[in-house]
Structures are given as structure tokens and as C-alpha cells.
Nanobody, 115 residues
Framework: QVQLVESGGGLVQSGGSLRLSCVASRSIFRINTMGWYRQAPGKQRELVATLTSGGNTNYADSVKGRFTISRDNAQNTVALQMNSLKPEDTAVYYC?????????WGQGTQVTVSS
């Protein structure tokens, strides 16, 4: 297993930016896919962005062109740069690590975008 700890959430006005960071308890070099998911009140958890160890990215249509996912294997971190934030981006954001045998989640960090 790998423990994940997110940080960087907060309150921001519409149009603003935030950068989320996720630190893993061990090397992420061999973790196939690192990603970010979010869950808004009353809604199911949904994919935001993923990044494979080979560098392939996948973004939800709603965030394409505004969010960028990156990973630093040397620092065991994955980040989510969020620009041009909208009120509908308000949610708890979760870091995710996935291999063939394990799936780990962080505890989540709240992002609130005011209009």
C-alpha cells in the first residue's frame, strides 16, 4: 500500500487558480497511474485527471485546457494546477494511486470556488 496526503485546497474566487499537491509515502516510480478525482456534495466521485508512468494524460472534458496534472517521481509527488476555476469546480479533491494490485486514496482536500 501507499499512503497519500493532499494539500493546497482552499477558497478562491471564480477565475482564480490553485495548485494541489499529493505526497506519497514511498516511491511512485513504479506506480502505473497517479490521478486526481473529485466529489461534489450529493454527487458521485468523478475523474479529474490521470497521468501514467509513461507520461500519458487523461482529463475530464470539463477541465481540459484549464487543469494540468504533473508528477515528480524523485519527490514522490503529483500535482494538479487548476486555472480559470469555476464555481462548479467546488468539490473535495482526492489523490489516487493505482497499480495492477493496489488502489490507494488520500483523505481529500476541499476546493471552494466562489462566484
Amino acid at each position: 500500500q501507499v499512503q497519500l496526503v493532499e494539500s493546497g485546497g482552499g477558497l478562491v474566487q471564480s477565475g482564480g487558480s490553485l495548485r494541489l499537491s499529493c505526497v506519497a509515502s514511498r516511491s511512485i516510480f513504479r506506480i502505473n497511474t497517479m490521478g486526481w478525482y473529485r466529489q461534489a456534495p450529493g454527487k458521485q466521485r468523478e475523474l479529474v485527471a490521470t497521468l501514467t508512468s509513461g507520461g500519458n494524460t487523461n482529463y475530464a472534458d470539463s477541465v481540459k485546457g484549464r487543469f494540468t496534472i504533473s508528477r515528480d517521481n524523485a519527490q514522490n509527488t503529483v500535482a494538479l494546477q487548476m486555472n480559470s476555476l469555476k464555481p462548479e469546480d467546488t468539490a473535495v479533491y482526492y489523490c489516487n494511486a493505482r497499480t495492477i494490485t493496489i488502489t490507494s486514496w488520500g483523505q481529500g482536500t476541499q476546493v471552494t470556488v466562489s462566484s
